[in-house]
C-alpha cells in the first residue's frame, strides 16, 4: 500500500546505456514530479505533470525524457548515460498547489 | 523569484535540549512554506506546512514551526531533541506562479548528540 513507489531502487549501469526508472502514486494527486538529488544532497526539479501534461521542464538535458501514460504513472526515461547523472532521483506527487509533495523512496542511480 | 536559504549546513544538539533549525524565506506574495525530513538512504517525508493562519505550526514527531513574516523566517524547533531525530532537513516553499514546483533549501544536518 505504497503511496508513491519507485522502481528499481538501486541502478548501476556503464556509460552510453539507456535506462528507465518507474513511479506510480496510489493517492489518486492530480500532480507528479521527478527531483533530482545530487552528491551535495542539493534538490532540484527536473520535470512537473498535471494530468499527464508536462507543466515544468527545468533545463534537463533532452536525453532525458519523462512519460506519463496516465495521472498515477510518472516514467523517467534517460538516453545516453554520462558520469553526471549519478544522482538519487526522487519521484513525487502532490493533490493540490498548496499542499506538500509525496515523495518516493528514491533511485541510486550509478554510471560507470 | 522564490527561493529559501538555510544558513546552517549542521547543527549539533545535545539530547534533551531544544533544537532550532533556521530558514528564511523570498517570496512574492503570501508564501506556501514546509519543511521536510531525509533519514539516511531513505525518501523526503513531510512534517509540517503553512499555508495560512496560526504562526506556530504543529507537525509530526513533535516538530514546530513558527512563520514570522517581519523576519520572513520559518524556523524548525523541537522543545527536547531526540537522537532519532538525527537527520538532513529541508525547508521548501511552493512557487505559486503556473508551475507549482516545490523549491528546496540545501539542507541542515542535524546531528543529536546522546
Known amino acids: 500500500d505504497t503511496a508513491v513507489s519507485q522502481t528499481p531502487k538501486y541502478l548501476v549501469t556503464q556509460m552510453g546505456n539507456d535506462k528507465s526508472i518507474k513511479c506510480e502514486q496510489n493517492l489518486g494527486h492530480d500532480t507528479m514530479y521527478w527531483y533530482k538529488q545530487d552528491s551535495k544532497k542539493f534538490l532540484k526539479i527536473m520535470f512537473s505533470y498535471n494530468n499527464k501534461e508536462l507543466i515544468i521542464n527545468e533545463t534537463v538535458p533532452n536525453r532525458f525524457s519523462p512519460k506519463s501514460p496516465d495521472k498515477a504513472h510518472l516514467n523517467l526515461h534517460i538516453n545516453s548515460l554520462e558520469l553526471g547523472d549519478s544522482a538519487v532521483y526522487f519521484c513525487?506527487?502532490?493533490?493540490?498547489?498548496?499542499?506538500?509533495?509525496?515523495f518516493g523512496q528514491g533511485t541510486r542511480l550509478t554510471v560507470v | 523569484a522564490q527561493s529559501v536559504a538555510q544558513p546552517e549546513d549542521q547543527v549539533n544538539v545535545a539530547e534533551g535540549n531544544p533544537l532550532t533549525v533556521k530558514c528564511t524565506y523570498s517570496v512574492s506574495g503570501n508564501p506556501y512554506l514546509f519543511w521536510y525530513v531525509q533519514y539516511p538512504n531513505r525518501g523526503l517525508q513531510f512534517l509540517l506546512k503553512y499555508i495560512t493562519g496560526d504562526n506556530l505550526v504543529k507537525g509530526s514527531y513533535g516538530f514546530e514551526a513558527e512563520f514570522n513574516k517581519s523576519q520572513t523566517s520559518f524556523h524548525l524547533k523541537k522543545p527536547s531533541a531526540l537522537v532519532s531525530d538525527s537527520a538532513l532537513y529541508f525547508c521548501?516553499?511552493?512557487?505559486?506562479?503556473?508551475?507549482?514546483?516545490?523549491?528546496f533549501g540545501t539542507g541542515t544536518r542535524l546531528q543529536v548528540f546522546p
Open positions: 521548501a516553499v511552493r512557487d505559486r506562479g503556473n508551475t507549482d514546483k516545490l523549491i
Open positions: 513525487a506527487s502532490s493533490p493540490r498547489i498548496n499542499t506538500e509533495a509525496f
